[in-house]
């Protein structure tokens, strides 16, 4: 009997849950409204926050690919057996470095940011990635 009821109890409640799941939570951002002059200054913010990360995975990358090709060109040898799998470790991790450095700078580079500023001031929406990065603390004023 014990087993019947759970589910029964469950599927009754499904329907209150999902009326109640619809609306939104109150946040800082849901209830604020900013001009569009507010909200530029905060991508902008957001932009060059998120931009200086790449240029140091993009350059450790760089140097770690190289120092790994270095290693791989040099002569066979027994005793360089240990360095050969070091270099290839370095230019795998290396590469992920690099791509990743890239993958950012491009998504949160200055070319970036003046495409979505003048769409924005067109009057389109941010775009999703935007959107989802903002934080209060970025609408703050501040001088850059």
Known sequence: MRYLLLPMLLLSAAPALA???????P???NNARYSPADTLRAVRHLFQQRGKGGDGYLDGGSALVGQGIAGLLQPRDTTLADRRIEARQNVL???????????HTQRFGPGRYA???????????LPAYVRRRLKPKYFRYRSF
Not at 115 to 125: K, L, M, S, T, W
């Open 19 to 25: 009326q109640t799941a619809a609306v939104l939570p």
């Open 27 to 29: 946040g800082p951002l």
């Open 93 to 103: 991790f290396g590469g992920l470095m690099a791509g990743y450095g890239l993958f």
């Open 115 to 125: 495409q979505v500023a003048a769409a924005y001031a067109q009057g389109e929406p």
